[in-house]
Structure formats: C-alpha cells, structure tokens
C-alpha cells in the first residue's frame, strides 16, 4: 500500500520539481520504462516483480478452480459410468494430482447415494407402493417366523 501512495505521489512530486528545476529537456525516446512512469530503476523492478507474482497467485488460483471443477466432473462420471474424459483428468495431474470433493458437496453426494439406495433395494419399493403399511407387514412376518420356530420345535424327525 505504502509502496502504491509513494508511487503516485513520488510521480507527481517528480514531475512538479522537473518542470520547476530549470534547464534540463530530455527528450521522450531518451527515457527509460521506469522514467516514463516516474519511478526508479529499484522501484520500477519492484515494482514489475510484484506485477509477475501477483499475476503467477492468479494462476495458480485459476489451475486450481480448474481442477476441483475437472474433479467433480470426473466424480459423476464415475458415478453414473460416463466415459472419462483425458482433459479433466490432465487438468488435475496439472493442479498437482489428487483433489478432494468439498466437504459440502460430498455430504450432499453421500446423502443422495443413500437415497438412491433405499429406493433401489426391495423395501424400498416396497415402500414406494401406496396403501402398503411396513409396520404391519413387519409385525405379520415375525408372528409367522415365530410360529415356525415354534412348529419346527415340536416336530420329533429333527
């Protein structure tokens, strides 16, 4: 911040000194990148470093949206047998290898997968039918498992 308010005010300090200091013209094609911007050598390099990190942050942070998107790309296509897709997999080899789901959206995922799974199995379509009360057919299920213990006691061949 500091380094921005020097720079803004030193340009315009540098300009108001220039034009009052008297007798040097220099040319236009005579100055340097750093000149023409009113800084120094020192500052300008600074200045042009900050510009490079700055700008490799950004892609980083771009390499890494990429892959998180490349990774939740992949998921549903492993998940609902999709083809897979060589870019998506190259975009996460280059954000450094293995990615995770975020923690939001896997819990979303899981509870998804745990309804699907209710309504694939057989009690789960059985539920799905209309005036079919479970409770009652569970309670009818386990008097006839008892009553068959029961019979299968009695019986003398076993």
């Known amino acids: 911040m500091a380094f921005m308010v020097k720079t803004m005010v030193g340009s315009r300090l540098k300009n108001l000194t220039g034009s009052l200091g008297g007798g040097e013209d220099k040319g236009d094609g005579d100055k340097s990148a750093a000149e023409a911007q009113g800084m120094s050598r020192e500052e300008y390099e600074e200045y042009q470093k900050q510009l490079v990190e700055e700008k490799m942050e950004r892609d980083a942070q771009?390499?890494?949206?990429?892959?998180?998107?490349?990774?939740?790309?992949?998921?549903?296509?492993?998940?609902?047998?999709?083809?897979?897709?060589?870019?998506?997999?190259?975009?996460?080899?280059?954000?450094?290898?293995?990615?995770?789901?975020?923690?939001?959206?896997?819990k979303m995922i899981e509870e998804d997968t745990e309804e699907e799974e209710e309504r694939v199995s057989v009690l789960g379509q059985l539920a799905g039918l209309p005036g079919l009360d479970l409770g009652s057919l569970k309670d009818k299920t386990q008097a006839t498992l008892g009553d068959l213990k029961q019979s299968a006691e009695k019986c003398h061949i076993m």
């Not at 992949?74 to 047998?81: Q, T």
Request: no cysteine.
């Open 62 to 106: 771009f390499t890494q949206r990429k892959a998180e998107r490349a990774t939740l790309r992949s998921h549903f296509r492993d998940k609902y047998r999709l083809p897979k897709n060589e870019t998506d997999e190259s975009q996460i080899q280059m954000a450094g290898g293995d990615m995770e789901l975020p923690r939001e959206l896997a």
